[in-house]
């Protein structure tokens, strides 16, 4: 039997769970970081918490036997992702970055770009002043000096600090259209901030965007570290695995 580590955080991952703890073929065990108060579980083989590094994941991939890691993680999780690389190349083990596609921009879309958050924050008041904010718990400091209006939206609540006019709206996707465009509307939004992150389960909010003609902020996805083998589906990541392919 082969040991596959799924590094997870993300519906894809438990996707990716639940194609593979069918197969008798192989053990899996689906790794948490352990941030989010009442995770998602995904099926089967559990652990919580950072590894300690690479070094100290590479220890572990070493220690629990492990053949092959698939990293599964949010795209904008680039130090998990980094440390993955090098700890699959030090315990000399076949790595799979299982990577959703980013947004594609349609017509009636009205997208600007920035690289960090930091960028986004300075482009902010040129773009809207009541501003919709979903871009995680722990990254409003950027945005903490900004004289503008501002809607919160994360699973758990955010984290200092925080700017002066806030309000927090609790929350975990999938969100509906018809859900997106009252609560745009609720509180009179003019500009929504994003990550780039992709997938269907929180796009409806710029489908609402696009209705109301609201303009969009996205935040550019790390880039991937060079040479990483990726596939933009579990089912993809799951085939990768079979004997014979890489990861098999
Ligand atoms: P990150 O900045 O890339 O990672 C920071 C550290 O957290 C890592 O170095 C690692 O600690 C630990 N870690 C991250 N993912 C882990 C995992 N799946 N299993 C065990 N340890 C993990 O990560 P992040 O952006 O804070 O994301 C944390 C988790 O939330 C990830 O699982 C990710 O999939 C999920 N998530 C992130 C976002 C986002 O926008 N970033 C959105 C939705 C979900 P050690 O160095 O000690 O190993």
């Given at each position: 039997?082969?040991?596959?580590?799924?590094?997870?955080?993300?519906?894809?991952?438990?996707?990716?769970?639940?194609?593979?703890?069918?197969?008798?073929?192989?053990?899996?065990?689906?790794?948490?970081?352990?941030?989010?108060?009442?995770?998602?579980?995904?099926?089967?083989?559990?652990?919580?918490?950072?590894?300690?590094?690479?070094?100290?994941?590479?220890?572990?991939?070493?220690?629990?036997?492990?053949?092959?890691?698939?990293?599964?993680?949010?795209?904008?999780?680039?130090?998990?992702?980094?440390?993955?690389?090098?700890?699959?190349?030090?315990?000399?083990?076949?790595?799979?970055?299982?990577?959703?596609p980013g947004w594609a921009a349609g017509p009636g879309d009205n997208w600007h770009w920035a690289d960090s958050?930091?960028?986004?924050?300075?482009?902010?008041?040129?773009?809207?002043?009541?501003?919709?904010?979903?871009?995680?718990?722990?990254?409003?400091?950027?945005?903490?000096?900004?004289?503008?209006?501002?809607?919160?939206?994360?699973?758990?609540?955010?984290?200092?600090?925080?700017?002066?006019?806030?309000?927090?709206?609790?929350?975990?996707?999938?969100?509906?259209?018809?859900?997106?465009?009252?609560?745009?509307?609720?509180?009179?939004?003019?500009?929504?901030?994003?990550?780039?992150?992709?997938?269907?389960?929180?796009?409806?909010?710029?489908?609402?965007?696009?209705?109301?003609?609201?303009?969009?902020?996205?935040?550019?996805?790390?880039?991937?570290?060079?040479?990483?083998?990726?596939?933009?589906?579990?089912?993809?990541?799951?085939?990768?695995?079979?004997?014979?392919?890489?990861?098999?």
């Open positions: 039997m082969r040991s596959v580590l799924v590094l997870g955080g993300t519906g894809e991952a438990r996707r990716l769970a639940d194609l593979l703890t069918v197969r008798p073929d192989l053990r899996v065990v689906s790794s948490l970081a352990g941030r989010v108060r009442e995770p998602r579980l995904p099926a089967g083989e559990v652990r919580v918490g950072g590894f300690g590094g690479p070094e100290g994941l590479a220890h572990w991939l070493r220690a629990e036997r492990i053949d092959a890691v698939v990293d599964a993680t949010h795209p904008f999780a680039r130090t998990m992702t980094e440390s993955a690389v090098r700890a699959a190349a030090d315990a000399a083990i076949p790595l799979l970055v299982l990577r959703r958050l930091a960028e986004a924050a300075g482009l902010l008041p040129s773009l809207g002043s009541r501003v919709f904010l979903t871009t995680g718990r722990k990254e409003l400091a950027p945005f903490a000096d900004l004289d503008l209006w501002f809607l919160s939206r994360s699973v758990d609540p955010p984290e200092a600090p925080l700017p002066r006019r806030l309000e927090v709206v609790l929350g975990r996707g999938p969100f509906t259209l018809d859900g997106e465009l009252a609560l745009l509307r609720q509180h009179r939004i003019d500009v929504l901030v994003t990550k780039d992150s992709g997938g269907s389960m929180t796009s409806a909010k710029l489908g609402a965007a696009r209705d109301l003609g609201l303009p969009v902020l996205l935040l550019r996805r790390p880039p991937l570290p060079p040479g990483v083998a990726t596939a933009p589906t579990p089912e993809a990541a799951a085939a990768w695995l079979r004997p014979g392919n890489g990861g098999g």
